[in-house]
Each structure stands twice: as structure tokens, then as C-alpha cells.
Nanobody
């Protein structure tokens, strides 16, 4: 079974930055980041194909950047100008053919 291991979450002040990483044990097709705040549904943050095509939620476009290193089977999420409403558990997602795998989640808290 493919494993996804996330890292990089934490507490940051509004306007600050964080970078999340997610390493997989296999070579994925599309990879992405989703987030879930307390009491809310999980939502898409950003995705990136193996060829580098990206897609962002309107709420993070221009502030977040998704990238990947195919040689390392790793996807990154650079988050800038963080807002309190970005507070959530962030989950890495990877598609391997018809199989979709999820990471365990990493907490991001934006607060002064």
C-alpha cells in the first residue's frame, strides 16, 4: 500500500508563511492538497499533474504555490500571506492509476 507522509505544519501569525511537504512511496499521477477546518467539509486547495499543470482554489490563488519533485516523489505547498481562515488540517492526496491515497494530515494554525 502506498504511503503518504506529510510534514511542515505548525502555528504561524497572520501574514506569515509555511511550506508543507508530502513524500510518497510510489510514483503518482496527479497530486494535491486538501484541507478541512473544524465543522466544515474537506475542500480542494491545489492540485498538480505529473507534467506540472496546476489548479488552485480561488481562496488561495496568488498566495499558495504547489510544486512537485518527481524524482523524489514529493509534492510541496508553499503558503504565503496566511490568514486565520486558512487554519485547518491539510491533507496530501495522490492518484496512482485508479487508486487514490491520502496522508494522515498536518495541522496549520494561523493566529496571533
Amino acid at each position: 500500500q502506498v504511503q503518504l507522509v506529510e510534514s511542515g505544519g505548525g502555528l504561524v501569525q497572520p501574514g506569515g508563511s509555511l511550506r508543507l511537504s508530502c513524500a510518497t512511496s510510489g510514483s503518482a499521477n496527479t497530486m494535491g492538497w486538501y484541507r478541512q477546518a473544524p465543522g466544515k467539509q474537506r475542500e480542494l486547495v491545489a492540485t498538480i499533474t505529473r507534467g506540472g499543470t496546476t489548479n488552485y482554489a480561488d481562496s488561495v490563488a496568488g498566495r499558495f504555490t504547489i510544486s512537485r519533485d518527481n524524482a523524489k516523489n514529493t509534492v510541496y505547498l508553499q503558503m504565503r500571506s496566511l490568514k486565520p481562515e486558512d487554519t485547518a488540517t491539510y491533507y496530501c492526496n495522490a492518484r496512482f492509476g485508479v487508486t487514490i491515497s491520502w496522508g494522515q494530515g498536518t495541522q496549520v494554525t494561523v493566529s496571533s
